[in-house]
């Protein structure tokens, strides 16, 4: 006997956006996320460039479904693919993953990441029975670190010289959200 996938239950919707499984045909959206340098500034890849890489990231998150360890979900806005947001590396014997995320420079500064990961971890919380959620932010992604504060996220640690992209190497700062704190700020 299999364990459910994760992604058998999805999110709620909000007014302005929903979470949805990644679909085959959403390899060009995959790719003009991935490829636009300004929204990869703070990633830990250099922009993708052959939609080559769009393909095989769409059959990896395909197989994902299939699992319990890895989850990433669409954020859809007004019928278009916006964004992205993961929950990587579930380890279940402990209620912990990693939080990602990605979002198309056109809908920057209008509250939709932070919709879309309130959203999530409202699942997470709930339905997964998580613990807790972690995240690694590049310290230069300022907007991101100020996100995850309004969510709660606790800065919790920072590791020197812990990514080398595009030619550069750069820093972490790690966060982490518990289920207990979460539920504080929803009482």
Known sequence: MTATPLIATLPQPTARLRLRPIRREDEAAIFALFS??????????????????????VDEILAWYEGRENVQLGVEIGGVLAGTVTLRGIFGQNRRCELGYMLGRRWWGQGYMQEAITTLLEHAFTVMDLNRIEADVDPRNTASARMLGRLHFRLEGHMRERWFVNGEICDSDFYGLLRSDWQATRA
């Open 36 to 57: 636009d340098p300004e929204a990869m500034r703070y990633w830990s890849c250099a922009p993708w460039t052959e939609m080559a890489q769009a393909s095989r990231y």
